[in-house]
């Protein structure tokens, strides 16, 4: 998926991914694309959700604005895959509309080897981790990414929570 605008979208009910949703798939990347203004009503993802990328998710250059998640993840949320990559892209304003989200620009949950790169996070809210959270992972190297203004009871910029491996530059 590259170079798309996704924009006023909804996932109602208890789906994923009020821009996109990408399930059980063995290879997902998305690029220079853009996800503005979407809702996921009661679950995670307000723009993006990745669910069991058997083998690898990669988002690289993507804006992700004013997206709400009723869950986790208010911008990005990736569940349960094997080397997640985040790369330059602009999470900024996203939120969740529950008190008990996670990481609301990005949350990546029960991963392994993931690797965030110059990515910028800023003006993000959630209750746990602002800008991004991370939930039992093994494995997550962090690096030249930036967190401003976000907010969160614990972690206003990131936080982690059952993590082994970890290596934040």
Excluded: W
């Excluded at 800008?131 to 190297?141: I, R, S």
């Amino acid at each position: 998926i590259e170079d798309m605008i996704f924009e006023d979208n909804v996932s109602k009910g208890d789906g994923y991914g009020g821009g996109l949703a990408i399930f059980e798939s063995k290879f997902a990347q998305v690029t220079d694309s853009i996800f503005r203004d979407n809702e996921v009503v009661l679950n995670s993802g307000g723009a993006i959700a990745v669910v069991n990328a058997a083998d690898h998710a990669e988002l690289t250059g993507n804006t992700v604005v004013n997206n709400v998640a009723g869950m986790d993840g208010g911008g990005i949320f990736v569940y349960v895959s094997d080397r997640p990559t985040l790369t330059d892209n602009t999470i900024k304003g996203n939120e969740s509309s529950r008190g008990e989200g996670i990481g609301d620009g990005g949350t990546l949950m029960s991963v392994r080897d993931a690797v965030l790169s110059g990515n910028e996070f800023s003006d993000n809210e959630s209750y746990i981790g602002g800008g991004f959270g991370a939930y039992d992972v093994n494995g997550l190297e962090m690096s030249g990414d930036v967190f401003d203004g976000d907010e969160g009871q614990f972690g206003g910029g990131v936080m982690i929570y059952i993590g082994e491996d970890l290596s934040l530059s």
